[in-house]
């Protein structure tokens, strides 16, 4: 069966850092964008941030600078470093993997906590 696993959430200062990892298994990683997604309390998911599986990278205009995704394909992994936190940042954190050519798929993560404190 496919999963998506994440860890690496937690509470954080605010201006501190935090990587996620997203362990993946069930699929063949290495031919899929995989990526990672947020969602806040009363707030829509949104994009975080994307890698393809050619290497290319996609940020949130808001986030770039910031955050930096990165994908180990011999671990079947992928991470997301998250740096200068700030108070709008806290949100479930959750990992995508999605590809379009056959055999396609669409899968998610269960998600992962981040918390900022001041």
């Known amino acids: 069966q496919v999963q998506l696993v994440e860890s690496g959430g937690g509470l954080v200062q605010s201006g501190g850092s935090l990587r996620l990892s997203c362990a993946a298994s069930g699929i063949f990683f290495s031919t899929y964008t995989v990526g990672w997604y947020r969602q806040a309390p009363g707030n829509q998911r949104e994009m975080v941030a994307q890698?393809?599986?050619?290497?290319?990278?996609n940020y949130a205009d808001s986030l770039k600078g910031r955050f930096t995704i990165s994908r180990d394909n011999a671990e079947d992994t992928v991470y997301l470093q998250m740096n200068n936190l700030k108070p709008e940042d806290p949100a479930v954190y959750y990992c995508?993997?999605?590809?379009?050519?056959?055999?396609?798929?669409?899968?998610w993560g269960r998600g992962t906590q981040v918390t900022v404190s001041s």
């Open positions: 995508n993997a999605d590809r379009i050519l056959a055999p396609r798929g669409t899968y």
């Open positions: 890698v393809t599986s050619g290497g290319a990278t």
